[in-house]
């Protein structure tokens, strides 16, 4: 053979193997709508980053039963309607396990997070320990996490960030250093799409929801008990697209929200320890605890036909934060109906309404055995009208709110420490509920 024929059969070679090496490269990524296995043996993806990584539009993961200590990232719209499930409908059996995970040397923030990625849907799976949270997702239009189970997280359960749209459903949030599921910063819309939260179960929470700036939300047909507390829509500073408005609570249980996570006995800290501190004062804001529902500055939610009971503090509140920039933090046109309070006197909340005085056109109406938190100064029809508030009540307008109400509410939230909140409880002991148990952390207050 000649030199010459020599080299044209080398680089024969040298092609095929190089458009081998292409097709090879090529089959590692996804077809649009292609399924994926993951496992630990015998599936072409050990890991579920690896199945993300090779993943486009409309594909689904199948992940099979065992732990997977990993953080799992899905980036940018080449991913959207992304589907990631655990093969079995048991959630138990798929674990993502955040102690010791790791994502490029530092600990694993998430189970798993979605960023920018639209619809996409989580199901079947657990996610526990993680330095953050368990699932989260931002800056999407729709997603669905479904038959989840999310534990002592550091910060929340199921998070959901500047998204438009989406359901959690099916799921079960304890253990979180903040809330069980959230859902924060919704994007003002003309034409609003509805966040749906339904089926839920959470407890031992510091928060069992908590929602910063959140919008069209509906809260509904779920179970929020043992928690400090139950459900805290809120308006603040520290997140876009103030307030927190247009949205419902309905048609949940919300009950025995006693968790006093301050006591050092409590398996739960709170992440963020607080509120932050009233201006001019060493003086730290906590959330209260012993509440079932708090509207902390929102506009035009709607409290209607749940069962709240069993909270030694208050029902549910509404307030004001007269700290926030601007003013946006005043409640208004807020409307507590048609709720059972007190479950029919056998298992009462301390009070069942406390309103801090402040904003305007807060009403109450229909609410079976309510009681109200008096004010010395401000008479109840001006603090608790009747559903439409007549022009001039429910609220003085201002932020503050009625001085005794404020005065009341400020000696509370900053008591110090904060475990001392416990002090003013009105405690008993509570009549059995399904298959719930109250929870009390052991350990004296101080009082």
């Given at each position: 053979m000649s030199r010459s024929m020599g080299l044209r059969a080398g680089t024969l070679v040298v092609a095929v193997a190089a458009a081998a090496?292409?097709?090879?490269?090529?089959?590692?990524?996804?077809?649009k709508g292609e399924t994926l296995e993951v496992c630990k043996h015998g599936c072409n993806h050990r890991t579920i980053q690896d199945a993300v990584d090779d993943s486009g539009k409309k594909a689904t993961i199948n992940v099979h039963p065992g732990t997977y200590r990993e953080g799992v990232?899905?980036?940018g719209h080449r991913h959207d309607r992304l589907t990631i499930k655990g093969t079995k409908k048991n959630a138990k059996k798929?674990?993502?396990?955040?102690?010791?995970?790791?994502?490029?040397?530092?600990?694993?923030?998430?189970?798993i997070e979605g960023d920018?990625?639209?619809?996409?849907?989580?199901?079947?799976?657990?996610?526990?320990?993680?330095?953050?949270?368990?699932?989260?997702?931002?800056?999407?239009?729709?997603?669905?996490?479904?038959?989840?189970?999310?534990?002592?997280?550091?910060?929340?359960?199921?998070f959901a960030f500047d998204c438009v749209g989406g359901r959690m459903t099916k799921s079960v949030g304890f253990g979180q250093g903040d809330s069980a599921f959230y859902v924060g910063a919704t994007p003002t819309q003309k034409?609003?799409?509805?966040t749906k939260l339904d089926h839920l179960d959470a407890h031992e929470n510091v928060l069992g929801y908590s929602g910063t700036n959140s919008k069209y939300v509906k809260i509904t047909k779920s179970n929020y008990y043992n928690n400090g507390v139950g459900i805290v829509p809120n308006t603040l500073d520290s997140e876009p697209f103030e307030p927190s408005a247009a949205s419902v609570i309905q048609k949940n249980n919300i009950f025995w929200n006693n968790f006093n996570y301050f006591l050092p006995a409590s398996r739960v800290q709170t992440v963020s320890n607080g509120l932050g501190t009233i201006p001019g004062t060493d003086?730290?804001?906590?959330?209260?605890t012993g509440v079932g529902v708090v509207l902390l500055g929102t506009d035009s939610w709607i409290v209607r036909n749940n069962n709240i009971f069993g909270n030694f503090k208050w029902g549910a509140a509404v307030l004001s934060d007269p700290f926030n920039e601007g003013d946006q933090a005043i409640s208004v046109n807020n409307q507590f109906i048609d709720n059972q309070m007190g479950r029919q006197g056998t298992d009462t909340n301390a009070v069942d309404f406390f309103s801090q005085g402040s904003g305007s056109g807060n009403c109450f109406s229909g609410n079976v055995s309510s009681t109200f938190d008096p004010s010395s100064t401000m008479p109840d029809a001006q603090l608790y009208p009747g559903c439409p508030a007549p022009a001039g009540t429910g609220g003085n307008?201002?932020?503050?709110?009625?001085?005794?109400?404020?005065?009341?509410?400020?000696?509370?939230?900053?008591?110090?420490?904060?475990?001392?909140?416990?002090?003013s409880w009105t405690v008993h002991d509570h009549p059995s509920f399904k298959k719930y148990r109250p929870l009390m952390v052991e350990g004296d207050p101080g009082c």
């Amino acid at each position: 053979m000649s030199r010459s024929m020599g080299l044209r059969a080398g680089t024969l070679v040298v092609a095929v193997a190089a458009a081998a090496m292409l097709v090879s490269a090529g089959s590692a990524f996804a077809k649009k709508g292609e399924t994926l296995e993951v496992c630990k043996h015998g599936c072409n993806h050990r890991t579920i980053q690896d199945a993300v990584d090779d993943s486009g539009k409309k594909a689904t993961i199948n992940v099979h039963p065992g732990t997977y200590r990993e953080g799992v990232v899905v980036r940018g719209h080449r991913h959207d309607r992304l589907t990631i499930k655990g093969t079995k409908k048991n959630a138990k059996k798929v674990l993502l396990q955040g102690k010791n995970a790791r994502v490029e040397g530092q600990p694993a923030q998430n189970g798993i997070e979605g960023d920018h990625v639209d619809g996409l849907r989580i199901l079947n799976m657990t996610a526990s320990n993680y330095a953050a949270n368990g699932f989260h997702v931002h800056e999407c239009d729709g997603y669905l996490m479904k038959n989840l189970r999310a534990s002592f997280n550091r910060a929340y359960g199921l998070f959901a960030f500047d998204c438009v749209g989406g359901r959690m459903t099916k799921s079960v949030g304890f253990g979180q250093g903040d809330s069980a599921f959230y859902v924060g910063a919704t994007p003002t819309q003309k034409n609003p799409e509805v966040t749906k939260l339904d089926h839920l179960d959470a407890h031992e929470n510091v928060l069992g929801y908590s929602g910063t700036n959140s919008k069209y939300v509906k809260i509904t047909k779920s179970n929020y008990y043992n928690n400090g507390v139950g459900i805290v829509p809120n308006t603040l500073d520290s997140e876009p697209f103030e307030p927190s408005a247009a949205s419902v609570i309905q048609k949940n249980n919300i009950f025995w929200n006693n968790f006093n996570y301050f006591l050092p006995a409590s398996r739960v800290q709170t992440v963020s320890n607080g509120l932050g501190t009233i201006p001019g004062t060493d003086l730290t804001v906590q959330f209260p605890t012993g509440v079932g529902v708090v509207l902390l500055g929102t506009d035009s939610w709607i409290v209607r036909n749940n069962n709240i009971f069993g909270n030694f503090k208050w029902g549910a509140a509404v307030l004001s934060d007269p700290f926030n920039e601007g003013d946006q933090a005043i409640s208004v046109n807020n409307q507590f109906i048609d709720n059972q309070m007190g479950r029919q006197g056998t298992d009462t909340n301390a009070v069942d309404f406390f309103s801090q005085g402040s904003g305007s056109g807060n009403c109450f109406s229909g609410n079976v055995s309510s009681t109200f938190d008096p004010s010395s100064t401000m008479p109840d029809a001006q603090l608790y009208p009747g559903c439409p508030a007549p022009a001039g009540t429910g609220g003085n307008g201002n932020s503050t709110g009625d001085d005794t109400q404020f005065g009341d509410l400020a000696g509370y939230v900053t008591s110090d420490p904060p475990q001392k909140q416990q002090c003013s409880w009105t405690v008993h002991d509570h009549p059995s509920f399904k298959k719930y148990r109250p929870l009390m952390v052991e350990g004296d207050p101080g009082c």
